[in-house]
Every structure is written in structure tokens, then in C-alpha cells.
């Protein structure tokens, strides 16, 4: 079964940046649409940002995180990752990846995901 990890959260100051990646030994990372998710506390789970496994890598970001947010792939390292600028406090949460061996645009919906990872912290604050 794909195992999936994340790294690469942690603390920083508003305005700071992270590089949240996403990774799976054993199995190829580019057959899948991966799915950036996040849950604050006391909120329900959102998608951040997706991309596809077409030779474009198609990807959609919530409007919460365009502009600061970019999802890629590396698969020479068999890795996606997220890298995260501008950071701001209500980008608070725990951070998952997730994947799906589907054709097709990602999607932005944690249902359509059939495998999750443990999540990483991030926090935000001053």
C-alpha cells in the first residue's frame, strides 16, 4: 500500500517561507495526482493545492494560498513538493499530502484521495 510522508514544517514569523515535501519509498509518486490538505484547529480539513499527473503537471491552488503557494513535482527525487511564501497565521495548520491513481484533473476534495500521509505542523506566529 502507498505509504505517503511529509516533512519540512515548523515554526516560523509571519512573512517567512517553508518547503513542505511529500514523498513515498517504494512506489512512483508520479502516477498519482497528489493533493496539498490542511486542518487548523476546530476547522474541517481543506485542500490546498493539487497537481496532476499529465506531462503540463495541471495544478490548482484555493485562492487563500494563490500567489503565495507552489506545488511541483521532482521526480528524480520522487517528491512533491510545496513550497510556502509569505507566510501568515491563519496558515496555521497541519499539513497532509495525498494521492490518487486516477487520469484527469486533480481535485481539490479530500474525498477523491485514497491515500493520506501523517501530516506535518506548521505554525505561524510572531
Known amino acids: 500500500q502507498l505509504q505517503l510522508v511529509e516533512s519540512g514544517g515548523g515554526s516560523v514569523q509571519p512573512g517567512g517561507s517553508l518547503r513542505l515535501s511529500c514523498t513515498a519509498s517504494g512506489w512512483t509518486l508520479y502516477l498519482y495526482n497528489i493533493g496539498w490538505f490542511r486542518q487548523a484547529p476546530g476547522k474541517e480539513r481543506e485542500g490546498v493545492s493539487c497537481i496532476d499527473i499529465s506531462s503540463d503537471d495541471h495544478t490548482w491552488s484555493a485562492d487563500s494560498v494563490k500567489g503565495r503557494f507552489t506545488i511541483s513535482r521532482d521526480n528524480s527525487e520522487n517528491t512533491v513538493s510545496l513550497l510556502m511564501n509569505n507566510l501568515k497565521p491563519e496558515d496555521t495548520a497541519i499539513y497532509y499530502c495525498?494521492?490518487?491513481?486516477?487520469?484527469?484533473?486533480?481535485?481539490?476534495?479530500?474525498?477523491?484521495?485514497?491515500?493520506w500521509g501523517q501530516g506535518t505542523q506548521v505554525t505561524v506566529s510572531s
Open positions: 495525498a494521492a490518487v491513481s486516477t487520469l484527469g484533473p486533480c481535485d481539490r476534495q479530500d474525498i477523491e484521495y485514497d491515500y
